[in-house]
């Protein structure tokens, strides 16, 4: 007579509630380290972190340089001085979208069914991966900024750099929450990744980012003045390389409260749904 088989459940994942500050903490800690060994087994994964600043950095600045850095009222070296605080805003959001389609990698490959098993808060998922994101993007920045002094970058303010990736470090947070969302509510990486395209694209181009906005239709520049990539790239210049800063600062500032506060939640709610 055979033995009667019992099916064990899986632990669930255990309420946020229930655990102490500490021990989100430790779990957060726990889910980096696990993060970084993944990218250390696929090295491959920090490519885009790696090259993305070197093509674009000598592209506009070696393609568009020249013709750009004369409307400006000098050269090339004028346009290094324009171009590298604007790609500097460029990689805040480009890395960003890193974060969804990681997480919908993660949902795919049961990786998150691993996690529902094991008794750790929900929060500590989340906010490990951002962790992980972020540090991508402070990867990629000083690739940027390696790549910028050998393209003739000069910085007139130190403090100002730091202030800058400071900036742009509020901001990608801030946008990492959309595309932890895309991610969770989206079916695929790719998907996460087409609707990525799809937002960066316009907000990256339809800015002040690679040119001036002035020579742009006026329709366009309605939307450039309101876009926060601009705001974000005129803020670093400011800060950087010298000009005016407050205005652009704070509206940056401004944009960054406001996508966490409207997007936070949503992604939080969507999040506890799907586990």
Do not use: C
């Not at 210049?237 to 949503?266: F, K």
């Amino acid at each position: 007579m055979s033995a009667a088989t019992t099916t064990v459940p899986p632990v669930p994942l255990a309420a946020d509630s229930r655990i102490t500050l500490r021990g989100h903490l430790r779990h957060t800690g726990a889910l980096v380290r696990r993060n970084l060994l993944w990218i250390k087994q696929d090295p491959e994964s920090m490519f885009d972190a790696l090259l993305m600043p070197v093509v674009f950095t000598l592209l506009f600045v070696f393609v568009f340089g020249g013709s750009i850095g004369q409307a400006l009222g000098g050269g090339q070296d004028q346009y290094v001085q324009y171009v590298i605080p604007g790609m500097l805003a460029m990689m805040s959001m480009t890395m960003s979208q890193g974060v969804g389609t990681g997480f919908s990698q993660d949902f795919n490959s049961g990786v998150m069914d691993r996690f529902r098993s094991l008794p750790i808060g929900r929060g500590s998922v989340l906010f490990a991966k951002l962790a992980v994101e972020l540090g991508r993007m402070l990867f990629a920045t000083a690739v940027l900024m390696v790549v910028a002094a050998l393209v003739g970058f000069d910085i007139t303010s130190w403090p100002g750099l730091f202030a800058t990736v400071g900036l742009a470090t509020l901001f990608a947070s801030s946008i990492m929450w959309v595309f932890l969302t895309l991610g969770v509510v989206m079916k695929s990486a790719q998907s996460v990744q087409a609707m990525g395209f799809l937002v960066l694209f316009p907000l990256q181009f339809g800015s002040s980012i690679f040119a001036p906005t002035k020579s742009m239709p006026g329709w366009l520049q309605a939307f450039t003045d309101y876009n926060p990539l601009s705001t974000l790239a005129d803020a670093a210049r400011g800060l950087m390389v010298g000009g005016p800063v407050a205005h652009d600062l704070w509206v940056t500032v401004a944009w960054s409260v406001g996508i966490t506060a409207v997007m936070a939640p949503v992604a939080i709610h969507k999040f506890r749904t799907k586990t």
